[in-house]
T-cell receptor, first 111, second 114 residues
């Protein structure tokens, strides 16, 4: 099946700093989503981005499907950005109907 | 209510108890999913339903029994669980059942089995 690797595993930032999270995947995908899991466990949809670039406020994401990676950019980080960021991918039908999740990046933003 | 809701949010049960988790989606979607998130492990897909029909069961033990009475509701019935079943159980939905549809998640039920 598809392998998904996220880096870095842990990241500590000072409030106001910028960061880049990376997601590498091992095969072609037709679905790529970025999520933020808050301390209460809720998975919040950030981006649906199987290819291209999108921006939403301080967050933006780029997926280069031909090179099998996606990047999530967080600018001017705030303490409320803390939590776990997951990348999840969905491939072709032979992989089933599942989203395959990476292990996540734990982000801590200090004030 | 909007999005995907789950009840209860927290559940503590003994190994001999029977309990049920409930998920409801208010998005008009046709596909629903159960995921399990254990400590130190990536999220794992458990079951997939499309238009109330189960289409995928990822080798989940029979002590977990899903039910989808209509396209808006999904249940997970729990019976004689083990302590290692303690986890966060997440429900999700998508507009249709295919791998490129965006999935939306509920807040989860945090289950502790004593």
């Amino acid at each position: 099946g598809i392998q998904v690797e996220q880096s870095p595993p842990d990241l500590i930032l000072q409030e106001g700093a910028n960061s880049t999270l990376r997601c590498n995947f091992s095969d072609s995908v037709n679905n790529l989503q970025w999520f933020h899991q808050n301390p209460w466990g809720q998975l919040i949809n950030l981006f649906y981005i199987p290819s291209g670039t999108k921006q939403n406020g301080r967050l933006s994401a780029t997926t280069v499907a031909t090179e099998r990676y996606s990047l999530l950019y967080i600018s001017s980080s705030q303490t409320t950005d803390s939590g776990v960021y997951f990348c999840a991918v969905g491939g072709f039908m032979e992989y089933g109907n599942k989203l395959v999740f990476g292990a996540g990046t734990i982000l801590r933003v200090k004030s | 209510e909007t999005g995907v809701t789950q009840t209860p949010r927290h559940l503590v049960m003994g190994m001999t108890n029977k309990k049920s988790l409930k998920c409801e989606q208010h998005l008009g979607h046709n596909a629903m999913y159960w995921y399990k998130q254990s400590a130190k492990k990536p999220l794992e897909l458990m079951f997939v339903y499309s238009l109330e029909e189960r289409v995928e069961n990822n080798s989940v033990p029979s002590r977990f029994s899903p039910e989808c009475p209509n396209s808006s509701h999904l249940f997970l019935h729990l019976h004689t669980l083990q302590p290692e079943d303690s986890a966060l159980y997440l429900c999700a939905s998508s507009q249709r059942l295919n791998y490129y549809n965006e999935q939306f998640f509920g807040p989860g039920t945090r289950l502790t089995v004593l």
